[in-house]
């Protein structure tokens, strides 16, 4: 029998990421990157206003003080984006020098007009009003560059924005876009394709007959599969027949970067049996293992096809499947989308109810973790096998090997399920 380690290190080190390709930054979202953004221009590309405020100029103001304030008259405004005329048709804060003894209102990020090198913030600088112009009072001295994002302040010419590694989302399409790019290369999406197997399996939508049941796993895992960061597809259930399942699964190779079985494979005795593990044990690599973990023990793992395309298979109970795909198949698309956050987080929580497992097999249970300041607490579903119930789960406890009875008050490592 295979630790959960034993198992999961076995996946990981076969893996490798999905090959990069090169993508319009937008079609790039959610993907992770496979070279170091590196700046193009310096950024910032002009010197910009670090503050909302009034842009000056620093050695007009070397002689000001609470006795002796110098008054600036406002003649404009300057947006982050845009430059507006505030009807002084003799001053153009955008574009010429500006001139002697007048400040320019200017927002957070905007290019602060030529000559001025320094930004007096608006917060602690009031304005006053007289015959419909407005002054800027100024009762001390100002160091040139105070309040300004001077030109490659943030990053230098050949300097890495955003780097090799990084999950690209909005903040990093700023970054990537102030570097001058509109195309990176990433790691895509892995293609990740889930078969279901069962004679019981109908299709979502349809009338049950006897002994039916609506094929959950298919769609949960799909989601589940999005959520980790894959492309995913599915196809109508599979019946209880090795052939069928064994040319459903050659026929999805086309498309897949990874196919995720769920199905009857089981250990009676010291022999494993059941439709999946007939169907795939002899078909390319696939072998299956007795695994220290509850739910859920038989898994399967190996590679199928010319493209030698990685095949997972995992129990067909909805709940041992989910748990399954947390423990074992979520760590395998993070690594083939290129991440290195491959795990959700764990942290340590204190139990609210009796937990008990057997002895040398790690049980996972649905659970609803609990932040309440300091204190952290796990407290583990009642109906374990309940579907309803797991809706309400926001965690995995964790009972390890060698631990066959937890109590109230006990301390007990929690995978957090709303992370990661």
């Known amino acids: 029998m295979r630790s959960v380690e034993e198992q999961l290190q076995l996946m990981l080190n076969s893996i490798i990421a999905v090959e990069p390709l090169d993508l319009p930054l937008l079609d790039a979202r959610g993907t992770v990157l496979a070279e170091d953004v590196v700046a193009e221009n310096p950024i910032p590309a002009v010197d910009m206003a670090g503050v909302d405020g009034f842009a000056v100029c620093a050695r007009e103001l070397a002689n000001a003080s609470a006795g002796s304030p110098v008054s600036l008259r406002i003649v404009g405004r300057l947006e982050a984006a845009q430059a507006e005329s505030a009807g002084d048709s003799s001053v153009s804060v955008g574009d010429l020098e500006m001139p002697q003894g007048v400040a320019v209102r200017v927002a957070i990020g905007a290019r602060i007009p030529v000559g001025a090198d320094a930004v007096l913030s608006a917060s602690s600088h009031p304005v006053t ?6 002054w ?10 105070t309040g300004v994002r001077g030109v490659g302040g943030d990053v230098a010419v050949g300097g ?3 780097p090799e590694g990084a999950a690209i989302h909005e903040r990093e399409f700023a970054g990537i876009v102030a570097a001058g790019r509109f195309r990176v290369r990433v790691h ?3 293609r990740v394709v889930i078969v279901s197997s069962g004679d019981e399996l109908v299709e979502a939508g349809q009338p049950l007959g006897a002994r039916q049941v609506h094929d959950l796993n ?10 980790a960061g894959a492309q995913a597809f599915r196809g109508r259930p599979v019946p209880d027949n090795p052939d069928r399942l064994a040319f459903v699964v050659l026929d999805q190779l086309i498309r897949a970067d990874l196919v995720v079985v769920t199905g009857r494979a089981e250990l009676v005795g010291d022999r494993f049996g059941g439709t999946v ?3 795939l044990n002899e078909l390319g690599t696939v072998r299956f293992s007795s695994t220290a973990v509850d739910p859920g023990p038989v898994i399967g793992f190996g590679r199928v096809g010319s493209a030698s395309v990685p095949i997972i298979t995992i129990p067909s109970d909805p709940i041992a499947a989910l748990i399954a795909f947390e423990v074992f198949v979520r760590p395998v698309i993070r690594l083939l989308s290129g991440r290195e956050d ?9 139990l609210t109810r009796p937990l008990r497992a057997p002895m040398d097999i790690r049980r996972f249970v ?3 973790l609990s932040l309440r300041g300091t204190q952290v607490s796990v407290e583990p579903l009642e109906d374990t096998g309940s579907l309803v119930g797991l809706q309400q789960a926001n965690a995995l406890a964790i009972v390890e090997e060698g631990v066959t009875d937890l109590q109230p008050g006990d301390r007990v490592a929690v995978i957090r399920l709303d992370r990661g």
Request: proline fraction near 9%.
């Open 129 to 134: 009003t007289s015959d419909g112009v407005e």
């Open 136 to 145: 800027l009072s100024v009762t001390e001295q100002v160091q040139s560059g």
């Open 160 to 162: 890495v924005v955003v």
């Open 366 to 368: 649905p659970a609803v």
């Open 218 to 227: 298919a769609t949960t895992l799909v989601a589940a599969a999005i959520d």
């Open 188 to 190: 895509p999406h892995p």
């Open 277 to 279: 593990f007939e169907a």
């Open 342 to 350: 491959l795990f959700r987080p764990v942290v340590r929580a204190t």
